[in-house]
């Protein structure tokens, strides 16, 4: 089955290769200030010149006292191109009606368009779209990256009026005449009276305004991006006077030459269960077992509940656990394993440990002193099933930070622990939850519901994943080891961003593990939540690494979006979904890469649905010693080893597109910080607690 992939790109060519500009010395007020290197301009640096001050000042327009003319060939200044197409493009559509323009926050063109197609009494929606300038990424020349960003809303109700009763912190982003303002009302940027900013709607005023819960259906997303990207090029682009500004090819978007297309290893979406491979996690464990069940001692759950919710165990999750689902979902008569059966191990409900607490506003207060003196039984290994009669969602609720810190006083206890809001239980697709919850469950109890069935090379791989609370001045930093072929995790840890020494400590104690378990250490692997900083980031680690005398030991980071590509998307044209085949991947710039990741195999027949379709994820990949990077095999080798880590996802058994070397330390920042202690328990470190 070959594919045509078409990217998002649009290849173009200035309207003229050299202009002239003024330039000046200074930044001017009040204007763009595009700047540009003074070699690019002059021959030798000034000696008159402060030597800090080595950029020189355009507005694209203006010639006034103290300029200086040059004539700018954008082949040979190509990031000072780069700002003056932006500054075409943004004027371009600024002289537009009915568009909402302005430049983001990583400085491209935005433009918002109102979709008049829906219509309601409290506010207009817009199809958002954004526009990238780029030079020889993927073609020979520079390019207009042109992507959807979905859908907003914007109230038709002014700020004057809505802020005589809506406190000012549920206003995020202002319109203002034409353009978009991060909301501040002592700021000089909005240009126009109160009458005429209207707030963007975000979850806040949504709840305020409309009282609506939003549910989001999913979708083949990749059809809905390929449209509006292609009604967006013909109507606004392509045989319009934007071509007098920018001369964008003839043959619209950038097709991917074959040649260009590469694969992942057959089989690496393989894994292995007990009695066989699968490429369907979900499929495997349910028809050949888990591939390890062999926990030492007696597995046993106790629950944690409120007093009035003992029938929601008896009703509902008990009777699952001791019998299995049987019963209609939607009439339709569904059936599922008891979870004895499902792990193909003994495990006891043992209801003489269970915690019960009578008050929901003392919940934490109740159940903390009992966990304190909770005795296990001898040879045992405990889950805690804590029925929540709070949501980890519902913020506001007094007891919501009781959800983390029973956790973590369970780790404490060598308990791990799975929540279950009350409310979902008694519904009917909880049915489709209970292979995710189940799954989970074994691999908190150390079980293996599967594994890679084609081993990794033997290089440690360490994780890093990220997350910054709401509220929080810091964004916390999540850690993970591999140190095994087979692709499992363990050696979970959390730190604050800032604090990169013990990042960098905590990496040098798992490199001195895996040599006493391995003894040959090839290279360090490391999957990054973000493009790592040199000095803040790398140099600690290779400080730490030297005290170990492994200096020499070659470092490859890896960069693992945090979520989908949607600015770079790739569409498969011969395909009706328009998704590219799992394990596609495209070179998109120097050492980057688009990595298609999802459930459309080679030869698979039938329907996907829509959640499978999976947008791509980007990778960008530095080493300490560059020149391994040059060496093509290695590359695919290190793509494939992302594309394997997506398949040891064990919080649910649908695939997931995001390696689990930065999905899991995601997820321990994301609760660590609600944590009393400021280090995990050694339990903690080891077990899947946050599944």
Known sequence: ??????????????????????????????????????????????????????????????????????????????NFAQKYFRYLIYNYFRSKEDMLVFHNFIDDVEVWVEDSSI??????????????????????????????????????TNMGELSAYIEPGNFKLVTCNGSIFKYNPLSEEYHGAVEDQYPVLNT??????????????????????????????????????????????EAGFHIVPQQDT????????????????????????????????????????????????KHLIDSYIGNYIKRGWHKPVDNVEKHFKALYSYMNRNIFIDDVKNIVFNDIDTLYEEVSPKISSFLPGPNSKYIAIMISPVSKLDKEHPQHIAYYRIKEQLLYKGITSQVLYREHLPKENFYYFLPNIFTAMLA???????????????????????????????????????????????????????????????????????????????????????EISDHNELQPILKALNEIGEADTPVIIITINKTESKELLGFDMK?????????????????????FNNTRYFGANGNLSPRDYHFPIKLSMKSSKPELLDDLALVRQLVNQVYQFS?????????????????????????????????????????????
């Open 1 to 78: 089955m070959q594919q045509q992939i078409q990217l998002n790109i649009i290849p173009f060519k200035p309207v003229s290769n050299k202009l002239t500009f003024a330039f000046y010395g200074e930044k001017l007020p009040d204007t763009i200030n595009a700047s540009i290197k003074w070699d690019k301009l002059l021959d030798e640096f000034p000696e008159d010149r402060d030597p800090a001050q080595k950029s020189y000042y355009s507005d694209f327009h203006s010639s006034g006292d103290g300029a200086f003319i040059k004539e700018i060939d954008f082949f040979e200044a190509v």
């Open 119 to 156: 219509q309601h009494s409290v506010y207009k929606v817009y199809d958002k779209f954004s526009m990238k300038i780029q030079f020889k990424c993927v073609t020979q020349g520079f390019e207009l990256v042109l992507a959807y960003n979905g859908k907003s809303r914007i109230s038709r």
């Open 204 to 249: 806040a005023l949504s709840k305020i305004l409309l009282n609506e819960k939003r549910e989001n259906k999913p979708q083949n997303q990749y059809l809905n991006h390929h449209s509006q990207i292609d009604t967006f090029y013909n109507t606004y682009l392509k045989g319009t006077d934007f071509e007098a500004i920018i001369n964008i090819s």
């Open 262 to 309: 590469h694969y992942v290893d057959k089989d690496s979406n393989l894994l292995q269960f007990k009695e066989d491979t699968h490429i369907n996690p979900g499929y495997g464990i349910n028809k050949f077992k888990p591939f390890n069940s062999e926990i030492a001692g007696n597995l046993k759950i106790f629950f944690i509940y409120h007093k009035d919710d």
């Open 444 to 530: 908190k109890l150390g079980g293996i519901p599967w594994q890679l069935a084609n081993p990794i090379n033997e290089d440690i791989i360490i994780g890093i994943g990220a997350f910054k609370p709401k509220d929080s001045e810091h964004r916390f930093v999540g850690s993970a080891f591999c140190f095994s072929k087979e692709g499992l995790f363990e050696g979970f840890n959390c730190f604050r961003e800032d604090d990169t020494t013990m990042l960098a400590g905590s990496i040098k104690t798992a490199v001195e593990t895996f040599k006493v378990q391995k003894q040959n250490l090839k290279r360090i692997i490391i999957h990054f939540y973000k």
């Open 575 to 595: 395909s009706e979904g328009k998704m590219p085949i799992s394990g596609s991947h495209i070179e998109v710039g120097r050492r980057k890469y688009l990595l």
């Open 647 to 691: 398949r040891m996802y064990w919080k649910s058994i649908s695939q997931q597109n995001i390696p689990v070397t930065t999905a899991y330390p995601e997820m321990v920042a994301k609760i660590y910080p609600h944590f009393e202690h400021y280090n995990l328990p050694e339990f903690g470190q080891k077990n899947l607690w946050f599944l």
